[in-house]
């Protein structure tokens, strides 16, 4: 007879490492607090050393390895987890929320603009999972969460370089998860809507957050924390029957169509 092993729903990180990209800001750095909270090693990689430093201070209680690194150098990336595992051990966890944006019309954007969002956002995300899974297929246990967005999943102005990284990104997880499976490695990407960060408020002029809203059936930007948790509860032991998913956390904008505004002014 099976025995059964009694499923613990306590989110609980203790004994695992995590390496954050991007962990300087925004989601990034809202991963690496909540997963420190729940008792993980943190490793924070980002090119912003200033913010790395300012983040790392604030995550009390915890010792979080801090790594400068360009997630477009291969190099970089491979240094990175290199570090990670002389300095923990090991690398349990991946979250890659290093990235960068630019609203752009397709007519108008220039092969530099393009080649940039390419190289930080898809071939990053490329040159950092890849760097973490060979490490992790050596424990035969791994998660790893890469951000897209919903731009990868749907059209909109000025999305034409963002969007097809992050539609890139999606196609790579995918492929991930298959290929990474037998290695006890799941692989999932979020696709965030509009969540206030740092990047957004680079991005989204007011003229676009008018328009963003009303195609939002929360009728709200998303806050870092409630996209965090998401990629925490995808980096957790007891998601590991998830993988090759794309988690929209969008406010319902994935699954919008035209709205009647009832009840709101
Ligand atoms: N905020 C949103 O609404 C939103 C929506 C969809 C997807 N996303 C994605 O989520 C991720 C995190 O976004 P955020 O809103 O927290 O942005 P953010 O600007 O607050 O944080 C991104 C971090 O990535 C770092 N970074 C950028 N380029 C890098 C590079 N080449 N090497 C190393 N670090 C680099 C930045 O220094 C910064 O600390 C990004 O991939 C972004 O595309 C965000």
């Known amino acids: 007879m099976n025995s059964i092993k009694p499923f613990d729903p306590q989110l609980k990180f ?29 490793a924070i990689a980002d090119r912003n050393a200033d913010g790395m430093e300012h983040a790392a201070a604030q ?22 987890v290199s570090k990670v595992v002389v300095h ?9 929320s290093a990235g960068v944006g630019i609203e752009r019309g397709f007519l108008e954007t220039t092969p530099e603009e393009w080649q940039r969002l ?4 898809l071939s990053g995300t490329f040159y950092c999972a890849q760097a973490a899974a060979r490490h992790m297929v050596e424990n035969s246990y791994g998660r790893i969460v890469n951000l897209s967005s919903t731009a990868g999943l749907r059209g909109g102005t000025g999305r034409a370089a963002y969007g097809a990284a992050k539609g890139g990104v999606i196609a790579l997880t ?11 490695i799941t692989a999932n990407a979020l696709a965030p809507g509009a969540i206030e960060t740092e990047l957004v408020a680079r991005m ?3 003229e676009t957050r008018r328009v963003y809203r009303a195609g939002i059936p929360l009728d709200r930007y998303g806050t870092p924390d409630e996209t965090a948790f998401t990629a925490v509860f995808l980096a957790s032991e007891q998601a590991g029957y998830v993988t090759g998913h794309v988690l929209g956390v969008d406010g319902g904008f994935l699954a919008a169509g035209v709205m009647h505004r009832q009840g709101r002014s």
Do not use: C, Y
């Open 174 to 184: 995918r492929v991930m998860a298959v290929e990474l499976a037998p290695f006890g």
């Open 204 to 206: 989204h002029s007011e």
């Open 118 to 121: 390419i190289d930080i956002d």
């Open 14 to 42: 203790e004994g695992r490492v995590a390496l954050i990209t991007g962990g300087a800001s925004g989601i990034g750095f809202a991963v690496a607090r909540q997963l420190s909270e729940l008792g993980a090693s943190i």
């Open 88 to 96: 923990f051990g090991k690398l349990d966890v991946l979250i890659h």
């Open 59 to 80: 995550l009390e209680g915890t010792d979080p390895l801090t790594i400068d690194v360009d997630v477009a150098n291969p190099h970089d990336a491979a240094e990175m």
